[in-house]
């Protein structure tokens, strides 16, 4: 193209082709493992993989590939990496026709080549055969949890009891009624997928019972605090309570917080988990239980105490914020009345000072016009008795009293000027 693409645009249009089906025919046993791996657990895992690989003489994936397929003589194996597990399934063309007849120890040897890519969690053993070779097949699982249908088209019947077996391993057996080979491979396929997902999906529910006890408390802890709220009073009493509040209200964010990849997790798998039980377009065979029915009937309780633990979460917060803001307020309120009782005190201390100041400025002006006299008086004392021809007696009380005029209103004068650069109540 001559056109620029998007730097994802590759990504994009290969993602929709990332795990594609393979054609199979019976008999076909597969082995299915599923490992937890974060991200340093994949690249391991994906450079012991290309070690294993280029060892037989293949390529292997490349830095960017989530699957690769590669085909041995008597075997296959394909390899997926998804978001937090690695698949591993190995496909062995079956001459014991017989449904499990062949202990899996011994096809598991290729696998134990591997490093273990991390913590196992899912083993599937899948036995394809043709219907006539399928003898007895009831008698292989568990009475008690046996899980069987057929197709709409009635092309295949499947059974299992997702029990594991003394091998570890949860059998499947698929019968061949007449499914062409690609058919045959997405039928596989996606009751693989539905083994994993929906075991994936029950990660969220030892977390959700961890979490049970916490919840409660902390829903304990909050009906106490609120019903305290209605009977305290004060300011330290309020902050007290708030304190508590925070202290819970921190010790549930932690909790939620880590355990919100787990329940969102659980929600992308129970969706997956629900889209491939439409898409298997499940038949009864007899009085047996469908996949359907069975996931109703043990799957969603689980999944039901995950969304409703994550709900409570959810709820409880916003319960924990509301009282947070209602003894916020009242703290704010106690504060500021605190503030006012201040202030008040403060501005009688001021009105009480500024009277002081008063007194102070009349004891001050008599003071000073005390001296400024006696100064004058001094001066005066040097005239002559006849410079003077009223009396200096009278010239020296019209000097005290003009003195005490003039030093008065100097003080009023320097007293209004401060006057009006003072707040307004600070001279009442």
């Known amino acids: 193209m001559t056109l620029e693409p998007h730097p994802l645009r590759g990504a994009v249009l290969s993602e929709v082709h990332a795990r594609p089906f ?9 082995l299915h493992f599923a490992f937890m791996t974060d991200a340093d657990l994949a690249a ?11 060892a037989r003489g293949h390529r292997g994936p490349d830095a960017a590939s989530k699957h690769y397929r590669i085909t041995f003589p008597d075997s296959a194996l394909r390899w997926e990496q998804h978001a937090e597990f690695t698949t591993y399934t190995w496909e062995f063309a079956n001459h014991d026709r017989s449904p499990f007849g062949r202990p899996t120890s ?16 899912v083993a599937a053993d899948l036995h394809l055969l043709s219907e006539a070779d399928g003898g007895d097949w009831q008698k292989v699982f568990d009475p008690t949890s046996l899980v069987a249908f057929e197709t709409e088209a009635g092309d295949a019947r499947a059974a299992t009891d997702f029990l594991a ?12 009624r007449g499914m062409s080979t690609l058919r045959a491979g997405i039928f596989v396929q996606q009751l693989l997928e539905l083994e994993t997902y929906r075991t994936f999906c029950l990660l969220g529910l030892p977390e959700a019972q961890r979490l049970q006890p916490v919840v409660r408390r902390i829903e304990q802890t909050l009906g106490e605090i609120t019903a305290e709220m209605t009977k305290s009073e004060g300011l330290a009493a309020n902050k007290a309570l708030l304190q508590r509040l925070m202290a819970v209200a921190g010790e549930l964010e932690a909790g939620a917080s880590q ?3 787990r329940f969102g997790a659980t929600r992308a798998y129970a969706e997956i988990v629900r ?7 499940e038949t009864p065979i007899g009085d047996h239980q469908t996949i359907s029915g069975f996931m109703d009937r043990r799957l969603m309780p689980a999944l039901r105490t995950c969304f409703s633990m994550q709900d409570r979460q959810t709820d409880l917060s916003a319960k924990l914020m509301h009282a947070a803001n209602l003894l916020r307020t009242r703290v704010d309120i106690d504060v500021e009345e605190q503030n006012g009782d201040l202030l008040k005190a403060m501005s009688e201390r001021t009105r009480l000072q500024l009277r002081l100041q008063q007194t102070v400025e009349g004891l001050s002006i008599a003071a000073i016009s005390y001296y400024v006299a006696s100064l004058l008086g001094y001066v005066l004392e040097v005239l002559p008795e006849d410079a003077v021809p009223f009396g200096a007696k009278y010239l020296k ?18 007293r209004r000027r401060h006057s009006e650069h003072a707040p307004a109540g600070a001279m009442e």
């Open 22 to 30: 393979a054609a199979i025919a019976p008999p076909l046993r597969i």
């Open 44 to 54: 391991r895992d994906r450079l012991a993989f290309g070690e294993f690989v280029a």
């Open 106 to 121: 011994e096809l598991q040897k290729l696998m134990q080549q591997l490093p273990q890519p991390g913590p196992l969690l």
């Open 165 to 176: 077996a003394s091998d570890g391993f949860v059998r499947l057996l698929v019968l061949d």
């Open 259 to 261: 355990s919100r990849f």
């Open 275 to 281: 889209a491939r039980l439409a898409s298997l377009r």
């Open 397 to 414: 009380a019209g000097v005290i009293v003009a003195t005490v005029a003039v030093i008065t209103l100097i003080v009023l004068s320097i």
